[in-house]
């Protein structure tokens, strides 16, 4: 397949244009290629070094959560004259899908995130331009912070912030990945015992202990590998390509 038919084929269960007044992200088609796709790479990010790692895995395109372009005109000079640089030297595509990823209820970010937490009862979670991008549930079984963290972190890493409000098990959660701390004050009245994002802020720590929430940043990153993952997953089923992912965690 080209890549106006990998596109077609993306489009029509993201929704790219439903989300493109709310979402900075150039989603979609960010560089094209002229080649067949035969083999698909998958990153969190469109950076220097996870291009060059697709070209070696011999890769037609470049498929991330996070583009190059960002809603603005930039100069096409330093890293991202760089990064432009190796795409077409490569012949190499650039596919970006940002918050539709994230929002998905079967391959974002989000829901993901959900299926390893076995969450039941899920409703959308997390206003965002009056679109919720994250979802809420409940636990099969209370779980401690310990059990949670455990299940969202496989790799025994450790979340960048954990607030605990000591109620010991908690019973319900709401999930927005990446960086939406401030989404856990939308949680405060709706019978949530624990939010879960990527990244911490230092303005909403205060509110959240005073609200007895329990709270997890499990790091923007490690919540954000598991719709690219998910994708990849489902291009190998259903387009038949060869795949793989690209992992290059930040740490943040």
């Given at each position: 397949m080209d890549i106006r038919a990998f596109d077609a084929w993306c489009r029509s269960f993201l929704k790219i244009e439903a989300l493109s007044d709310i979402d900075d992200?150039?989603?979609g088609i960010q560089v094209e290629c002229g080649?067949?796709?035969?083999k698909a790479a998958f990153a969190v990010?469109?950076?220097?070094?996870?291009i060059r790692r697709a070209v070696d895995a011999g890769a037609d395109i470049l498929f991330v959560?996070?583009?190059?372009?960002?809603?603005?005109?930039?100069?096409?000079?330093?890293?991202?004259?760089?990064?432009?640089?190796?795409?077409?030297?490569?012949?190499?595509?650039?596919?970006?899908?940002?918050?539709?990823?994230?929002?998905?209820?079967?391959?974002?970010?989000?829901?993901?995130?959900?299926?390893?937490?076995?969450?039941?009862?899920?409703?959308?979670?997390?206003?965002?331009?009056s679109v919720e991008i994250g979802?809420?549930?409940r636990f099969p079984v209370p779980l401690s912070m310990d059990e949670i963290v455990a299940k969202i972190l496989p790799d025994l890493s450790r979340p960048k912030v954990l607030i605990s409000s000591g109620k010991g098990k908690l019973s319900t959660a709401a999930i927005v990945s990446g960086g939406a701390p401030f989404e856990a004050l939308q949680a405060f009245d709706k019978a949530i015992d624990v939010f879960i994002t990527g990244e911490p802020s230092h303005s909403v720590y205060h509110l959240?202990?005073?609200?007895?929430?329990?709270?997890?940043?499990?790091?923007?990153?490690?919540?954000e590998v598991w719709g690219v993952k998910a994708v990849a997953a489902k291009a190998n089923s259903e387009l038949g390509i060869e795949t793989c992912f690209i992992d290059l965690p930040t740490g943040l």
């Amino acid at each position: 397949m080209d890549i106006r038919a990998f596109d077609a084929w993306c489009r029509s269960f993201l929704k790219i244009e439903a989300l493109s007044d709310i979402d900075d992200s150039l989603n979609g088609i960010q560089v094209e290629c002229g080649r067949q796709i035969r083999k698909a790479a998958f990153a969190v990010d469109a950076c220097a070094e996870s291009i060059r790692r697709a070209v070696d895995a011999g890769a037609d395109i470049l498929f991330v959560h996070h583009g190059i372009f960002w809603g603005k005109p930039e100069r096409v000079s330093g890293p991202l004259r760089e990064r432009l640089r190796l795409l077409l030297e490569a012949d190499l595509g650039l596919y970006a899908c940002h918050l539709p990823l994230d929002m998905h209820p079967e391959v974002g970010n989000n829901a993901v995130l959900a299926d390893l937490l076995s969450l039941g009862e899920r409703q959308p979670f997390g206003s965002y331009h009056s679109v919720e991008i994250g979802v809420s549930g409940r636990f099969p079984v209370p779980l401690s912070m310990d059990e949670i963290v455990a299940k969202i972190l496989p790799d025994l890493s450790r979340p960048k912030v954990l607030i605990s409000s000591g109620k010991g098990k908690l019973s319900t959660a709401a999930i927005v990945s990446g960086g939406a701390p401030f989404e856990a004050l939308q949680a405060f009245d709706k019978a949530i015992d624990v939010f879960i994002t990527g990244e911490p802020s230092h303005s909403v720590y205060h509110l959240v202990v005073e609200a007895g929430l329990d709270f997890i940043a499990a790091g923007h990153y490690a919540t954000e590998v598991w719709g690219v993952k998910a994708v990849a997953a489902k291009a190998n089923s259903e387009l038949g390509i060869e795949t793989c992912f690209i992992d290059l965690p930040t740490g943040l």
